[in-house]
């Protein structure tokens, strides 16, 4: 990381500079650069004036999150870690808590190899350009307790959002957030403990910021960065205002469930009033989506009268 810590101005750094800073010699600065290969960096070199990393990176750095937390949040805070390189931060929640370290615990990284979303789908991680976070929250009441959690994480994460200048968000229930009916953000939350009592709750969110060198192509659906809306974020100000903002929405919901956040998401329901299709395994079920229940569940206006559903493997896509 301390090679990428020179590089990240993109701007040309001679092998020289480069090994006197890292106290090595030129040789070993060129090995260096070469492993930094495996994250689909572009190292352009020039004779004469060194190297550069090709259009810079905005690194994350965890005294500049701290330091943009809200008091509360950064007080809240347990042990928090950046990876350069993991399969998934979830991962890394999940082993937090099998060593006993969960409570209170976050995580980011740079890339993920095996970043996932809903139903085992595949995260795109562009090194260096997007937010993959997790957090470890806790609840004494178990799963129960839990209905409609992941649609809380969503608001927080459009209240978040929404403060770098990004108009018009939208919420797709249950797990994902819109701009103008594009992805921009999804959620993955997984339960860890007692179903009946105490439980820990992975909270996994894939933002993103810049999508420039992800393998686009393999994308099944529409999709948008914060690139695209706003242009340049700064990503450790954007990580501490997420950060933040589902610190309060954790303890709102802790207060009052869902019902609490009920009718902010339903402000941003990108789904109100539209015909939908509702696949239940291989099964679809056609209907006008009338809003949400107090637990969060889809109330939905189907050919045989009104249904709710709630969780599980549920994906809604336009009719």
């Not at 994250?39 to 905005?58: A, P, Q, T, W």
């Not at 006008?288 to 994906?315: I, P």
């Amino acid at each position: 990381m301390e090679l990428l810590n020179i590089l990240a101005d993109g701007e040309y750094h001679s092998g020289e500079d480069i090994g006197s800073q890292l106290g090595v010699s030129r040789a070993a600065v060129w090995k260096q650069l070469q492993k930094l290969e495996s994250f689909n960096l572009e190292i352009e070199s020039v004779k004469g004036r060194g190297y550069r990393l090709i259009g810079g990176l905005d690194l994350l750095d965890g005294e500049k999150i701290r330091s943009h937390l809200n008091p509360e949040a950064a007080l809240a805070l347990g042990q928090f870690d950046i990876f350069p390189l993991i399969d998934s931060t979830n991962n890394a929640a999940a082993n937090a808590i099998r060593d006993g370290r969960g409570w209170g615990y976050s995580c980011l990284a740079e890339q993920q190899t095996s970043g996932r979303g809903r139903r085992g789908r595949e995260w795109q991680s562009p090194f260096g350009r997007n937010v993959y976070l997790s957090q470890v929250w806790e609840f004494q009441s178990g799963a129960s307790a839990l209905e409609g959690l992941s649609l809380s994480v969503g608001l927080a994460i459009v209240r978040a959002v929404s403060k770098f200048g990004v108009i018009g968000l939208g919420l797709k229930w249950p797990n994902d957030v819109l701009y103008e009916n594009k992805k921009l953000a999804g959620i993955l939350l997984e339960m860890q403990g007692d179903p009946a009592g105490v439980c820990q709750v992975i909270v996994g969110v894939g933002l993103n910021v810049d999508m420039n060198g992800a393998d686009t192509d393999a994308i099944s659906q529409p999709w948008t960065d914060l690139a695209q809306i706003v242009g340049a974020v700064d990503r450790n100000k954007l990580v501490a205002e997420l950060m933040s903002s589902l610190h309060l929405v954790y303890k709102e919901f802790l207060a009052g469930g869902f019902a609490v956040h009920r009718d902010e998401w339903s402000r941003h329901d990108a789904f109100a009033g539209r015909d939908v299709k509702v696949q239940l395994g291989d099964t679809y079920i056609e209907g006008v989506v009338s809003g949400l229940d107090r637990s969060g569940g889809l109330v939905l206006m189907t050919a045989g009268g009104e249904r709710v559903f709630n969780g599980g493997e549920v994906s809604l896509r336009s009719a």
